[in-house]
């Protein structure tokens, strides 16, 4: 082999092994935001739950309603966390009407870590 033939390689193998890279990064930042999404869908749902066991209607006042649908024995066993170190934040007491969220994550104003549609939860 001469050495331009062994520089090609090399720089052929580079080549693949950054395609890698960038294929991994985007990987994993399109499961942070699967898995965001179901800590979303996951805590809209024990949200519903608790108004729908409790007679509760969408926009009514709950006072505590995190701790009554998050905790142990509770509809959510811990308050989630955002796989990609963003933050959720609650609504606060109010039960959330339909197509909005009760959680949002603070990376959501990137457009990431936002469902598509959330007007069945």
Same mark, same amino acid.
């Given at each position: 082999?001469?050495?331009?033939?062994?520089?090609v390689?090399? =720089?052929?193998?580079?080549?693949?092994?950054?395609?890698?890279? =960038?294929?991994?990064?985007?990987?994993?930042?399109?499961?942070?935001?699967?898995?965001?999404?179901?800590?979303?869908?996951?805590?809209?749902?024990?949200?519903?739950?608790?108004?729908?066991?409790?007679?509760r209607?969408?926009?009514?006042?709950?006072?505590?309603?995190?701790?009554?649908?998050?905790?142990?024995?509770?509809?959510?066993?811990?308050?989630?966390?955002c796989?990609?170190?963003g933050?959720?934040?609650?609504?606060?007491?109010?039960?959330?009407?339909?197509?909005?969220?009760? =959680?949002?994550?603070?990376?959501?104003?990137?457009?990431?870590?936002?469902?598509?549609?959330?007007e069945?939860?």
């Open positions: 082999m001469t050495l331009i033939e062994l520089t390689v090399i =720089l052929v193998l580079l080549s693949l092994i950054g395609v890698l890279f =960038l294929g991994a990064n985007a990987w994993k930042n399109g499961s942070d935001r699967v898995l965001c999404i179901l800590n979303l869908q996951s805590v809209q749902k024990g949200v519903r739950s608790y108004s729908n066991l409790n007679g209607a969408p926009g009514e006042t709950v006072p505590g309603l995190q701790s009554e649908v998050i905790g142990l024995g509770r509809f959510v066993e811990a308050m989630p966390e796989p990609a170190q933050s959720y934040t609650t609504t606060g007491d109010t039960i959330p009407m339909l197509g909005s969220l009760y =959680l949002e994550c603070s990376l959501g104003t990137s457009g990431s870590h936002v469902p598509a549609n959330a069945d939860w």
